[in-house]
């Protein structure tokens, strides 16, 4: 069994899309020169001046943070080096019950255009599914500064049966299914913050 057919996180895929032919930064901005209305919109994208912001990075997407907010309470997860994710893999990220919540994730775009950003979260308790997220970010050019996608609000489970510990995997990857960060990490509701 391949680990695509074992792996219960994987994006859903639109029928009859097909995935564009890659182009680095010169080809793109050598296509079409003559059309102004393409060139500003290139221009907008950073094709021009685009910097590298960690230059022993691989990957052209990488992702900075998680930040959970509900109303004034900012949870700042930092997800930008494996001690980072070490470190938040050690402590359960606390969530009062019943709070209506956002997640936004932060990210820097570098050398390249990189299509259809994907964000995938799957939440589990006792082993079962009980959540399944996959939101559509977009696409992004190189830029220096973060990138940031917020997503719909939701509401935390509530109730005694829903306190205790959840085992999260998050996902971020782009439409031709390049993995830029994988993770996992716990949640626990509680029925305050502490």
Request: include cysteine; aromatic fraction near 8%.
């Amino acid at each position: 069994m391949s680990k695509q057919e074992n792996d219960d996180l994987i994006p859903t895929q639109t029928e009859g899309y097909k995935v564009s032919e890659k182009k680095n930064i010169d080809e793109l901005t050598q296509l079409d020169a003559n059309d102004a209305s393409l060139n500003k919109w290139k221009e907008s994208l950073g094709l021009n001046h685009a910097q590298e912001r960690f230059p022993n990075d691989p990957r052209s997407a990488v992702v900075q943070a998680l930040v959970f907010q509900s109303g004034d309470r900012i949870i700042r997860m930092d997800v930008s080096t494996p001690e980072a994710i070490k470190k938040l893999q050690e402590k359960p990220v606390v969530i009062k019950e019943g709070v209506e919540y956002t997640f936004k994730i932060e990210f820097v775009v570098q050398r390249e255009v990189v299509s259809g950003l994907k964000f995938l979260q799957q939440i589990k308790r006792l082993g079962l599914p009980v959540e399944t997220t996959e939101e559509m970010c977009g696409s992004y050019g190189p830029k220096f500064e973060n990138q940031e996608r917020t997503f719909p609000a939701s509401v935390a489970p509530s109730g005694r049966l829903a306190r205790g510990k959840y085992s999260v995997r998050s996902k971020f990857i782009d439409d031709d299914n390049t993995p830029y960060l994988e993770w996992t990490w716990t949640m626990e509701i509680k029925k305050d913050w502490e």
